[in-house]
């Protein structure tokens, strides 16, 4: 008579129907018991720390289009990985976190590495926590954390399971169920948009991250030209949903109320689509609208729908409203033509080390192939960004989602993972602060591993340049631990296992980025740059 399946050959059997079989990780001592024997038809993505794993789970989602799984250690490996939950959680990227709980016999008594509150711990940021009752509703829990992490607004959920629930018999096969991923919008109400988009005299648009996650760049694109109205991004965007050379473009959304009100001001109506209205940091005083100015929201999530504080909102997903909206718009000869951002051709201006930003961006500029994907976490050089490596294609920018640094590194590595899980090839370019680059430089150990196509141009200021421009804008002079002397990052990448080099000019960064393109494996170019203020209204 043959033997009962356990829990663990049930679970491995449903993930496996699920095409969840790339597990990323760090083991610790109450996960192995649902790592062992790991089968041969799995792949196990090692970080060096709990924050790098769950950023590239993140970035291999993003990139494959499809959910990850993470394997975490219990309280100890949840809270290292929960400034990249975070991230996770704000860019709606569906994800199971598992974590490893100790012994049920022993949890009563809260043993060392116990997680007392295990689904209280990563809240509010994660959709769905739990620790299964009993053993053999683990498959189940899977299941249904599988349905609500793809479920829109798709994110993150959160599994705690004891490390002796794996050998319990299972009561059974899985029950494999499906779950839709879009949401479509009211008709009613979407008339009703567009009869009021059809009267506008200057209509506004904003296009948000959501737009591109849905795969909605062309019927973006396609809406735009129909309304034939000025498209902004939002503000801090984690992904760029609009050609940023398209006549219409003109640029991303300021990130104050006051300067938000400027844009805003002789337009009759805004349409925000996947974005948030509207993404504020820093605090500057003003009306969320100019007088006369009406706002309409389309978003698939009803979280960021209730925290408008000003507009009328539809929920759907972006792409079926879009595609949905535009037959119903009317085309308006009368209305303006917004006059072109001013694009100047990159040009490389010859100069020595240390390097401005622009110099920086414009040397890249002749070099970074058109289909590579553009990962940034230089935030005092945003604009320099925007401006010389504009996004011309859809799936080809990436932010962190909350803020908060040390996603960048991590994230560029699960891009390139998730590329190659796609059959995508192209090469992934970071571009990154120095102290963005040590909150997870861990992570270049992982791509060194797995010999990824990345190329990270780590710009060497010696500071937090966009924190001293915090301490300008808020009048706090004086602030301690703004510099960052002794650092050797091209030793320290070279440790990692990556092939490093430090440039002396642009003409040497241009050869060395070519180099990179080339080389079997991820390159870490270290820049000496220039300090410079960030604006920030």
Known sequence: MPSQSTVWDVTYDLLRNLGLTTVFGNPGSTEQTFLKNFPDDFTYVLGLQEASVLAMADGFAQASGKPSLVNLHTAAGTGNAMGSLISAYKSNTPMIVTAGQQTREMILCEPYLTNTDEALLPLPWVKWAYQPTRAEDVPAAFMRAYTVAVQPPAGPVY??????????????????????????????????FAERINRARRPLLVVGPEVDRAGGWDAAVAFAEQVHAPVYSSALPDRISFPEDHPLYQGMLPMTIAEVNAVLRGHDLVVVVGAQV??????????????????????????????????????????????????????????????????????????????????????????????????????????????????????????????????????????????????????????????????????????????????????????????????????????????????DIHALATGFGCRAVTVADTEQLVNEFQAALGADGPTVIVVPTKPQLAHLG
């Not at 629930?165 to 879009?182: E, F, I, M």
């Open 159 to 192: 599994l705690s399971i004891p490390l002796d629930d794996w050998d319990r018999p299972a009561l059974g096969p899985a029950v494999v169920r499906t779950a839709s991923s879009r949401s479509a919008p009211d008709a009613a109400r979407l008339g009703d």
């Open 278 to 487: 509207f993404r504020y940091y820093p605090y500057v005083a003003g009306d969320f609208l100019p007088e006369g100015t009406e706002l309409l929201h389309i978003t698939a999530d009803p979280w960021l729908a209730g925290a408008a504080p000003v507009g009328d909102s539809l929920l759907s997903d972006t792409l079926l409203a879009l595609q949905q909206l535009t037959p119903l718009i009317e085309a308006k000869s009368d209305r303006p033509t917004p006059k072109p951002l001013d694009r100047t051709p990159g040009t490389v201006e010859p100069a020595g080390a240390p390097l401005t930003p622009a110099q920086v961006y414009s040397a890249l500029n002749t070099v970074k192939p058109p289909e590579a994907a553009l990962v940034n976490e230089s935030t005092s050089t945003m604009a320099e960004q925007a401006r010389w490596l504009p996004t011309l294609r859809s799936h080809s920018f990436f932010a962190t989602g909350s803020g908060g640094i040390g996603w960048g590194v991590p994230g560029a590595v699960g891009v390139a993972l998730g590329d190659r899980a796609a059959g995508r090839k192209r090469a992934v370019v970071a571009t990154i602060g120095d102290g963005s680059f040590q909150y997870s430089i861990q992570a270049i150990w992982t791509a060194a591993q797995h010999k990824l196509p990345i190329v990270f141009v780590v710009m060497r200021n010696g500071e937090y340049s966009v924190l001293k421009s915090f301490a300008l804008l808020e009048k706090t002079p004086g602030v301690p631990g703004l510099d960052l002397p002794g650092l």
